[in-house]
């Protein structure tokens, strides 16, 4: 059988720890930035885990991360 294609925007976008969770990157940071006070773009640098609902899907869409 050969093997199953990874999802190429979503290898881009979501990274899976060593534990097998899924990290996303938060939204609302790319443009508009001048309303937003710095604590707030501070701390949408951050990643985060994205939706126990959605870890699964994720994980098939980028089955060799």
């Known amino acids: ?36 006070s710095t604590k707030r773009k501070r701390n949408l640098r951050k990643s985060i885990l994205a939706s126990p609902a959605d870890q699964s899907k994720i994980r098939q869409l980028i089955p060799y991360k």
């Not at 979501?14 to 899924?22: D, E, I």
């Open 1 to 36: 059988m050969p093997k199953q294609k990874s999802h190429s925007s979503s290898k881009k976008r979501y990274k899976v720890t060593g534990t097998g969770k899924v990290l996303r990157s938060q939204a609302f940071k790319k443009h508009i930035l001048t309303k937003k």
